[in-house]
T-cell receptor
Framework: GAVVSQHPSRVICKSGTSVKIECRSL??????MFWYRQFPKQSLMLMAT?????????EQGVEKDKFLINHASLTLSTLTVTSAHPEDSSFYIC???????????????FGPGTRLTVL | TQLLEQSPQFLSIQEGENLTVYCNSS?????LQWYRQEPGEGPVLLVT?????EVKKLKRLTFQFGDARKDSSLHITAAQPGDTGLYLC??????????FGTGTRLKVLA
């Protein structure tokens, strides 16, 4: 099956620093990747939709200058949390949509997530 | 804003019991997916339903998409401790964007 990886799996950083999280589709091409945020014991909240070669579309309430998204290739999207603060601590999960399986099912494959802790 | 409400929010049952999880919305979805998530991991897709009234079975799990494509249910027969996890429904609206439900945390006791 399709595999999506995320790196790093865990990161601890100091307040005020920036952190970059990578999301890669390993065995398929993904024109669209999604970034989610999940707080403990809660559901996933969609942050933004990342399209290869164009600007990301952010959900209402998500600061685009705070969460920078770059989707430079069909297999890689990055999320950079700029000037991180403790309230940014969360579990960040990406998903990728298979270009060649596009259709009614709109299947998306999830990465394993990245746990960010801001001290 | 679309909202997918899941019920119950929490469920603790004994091994061997049956259970049903509901996913309801006022919005129509082109497809609906069910996921299971373990702590510290990403969600794993269980099933995708796309047709109103569709029923899919996956071993002891039965999924149903409502006729109006606004709601769905997940029924587990003879639950096992391995079924423990966070169950999430997610609705798609053809923009390739998914809205996730509020989640149901299931614990199956041996």
């Amino acid at each position: 099956g399709a595999v999506v990886s995320q790196h790093p799996s865990r990161v601890i950083c100091k307040s005020g620093t920036s952190v970059k999280i990578e999301c890669r589709s390993l065995d398929f091409q993904a024109t669209t990747m999604f970034w989610y945020r999940q707080f403990p014991k809660q559901s996933l909240m969609l942050m933004a939709t990342s399209n290869e070669g164009s600007k990301a579309t952010y959900e209402q309430g998500v600061e685009k200058d705070k969460f920078l998204i770059n989707h430079a290739s069909l297999t890689l999207s990055t999320l950079t949390v700029t000037s991180a603060h403790p309230e940014d601590s969360s579990f960040y999960i990406c998903s990728a949509r298979d270009l060649w399986l596009a259709g009614a099912t709109d299947t998306q494959y999830f990465g394993p997530g990245t746990r960010l802790t801001v001290l | 804003t679309q909202l997918l409400e899941q019920s119950p929010q929490f469920l603790s049952i004994q091994e061997g019991e049956n259970l049903t999880v509901y996913c309801n919305s006022s919005s129509v979805f082109s497809s609906l997916q069910w996921y299971r998530q373990e702590p510290g991991e990403g969600p794993v897709l269980l099933v995708t339903v796309v047709t109103g009234g569709e029923v899919k079975k996956l071993k002891r799990l039965t999924f149903q998409f409502g006729d109006a494509r606004k709601d769905s249910s997940l029924h587990i027969t003879a639950a096992q401790p391995g079924d423990t996890g966070l169950y999430l429904c997610a609705g798609g609206q053809g923009t390739y964007k998914y809205i996730f439900g509020t989640g149901t945390r299931l614990k199956v006791l041996a």
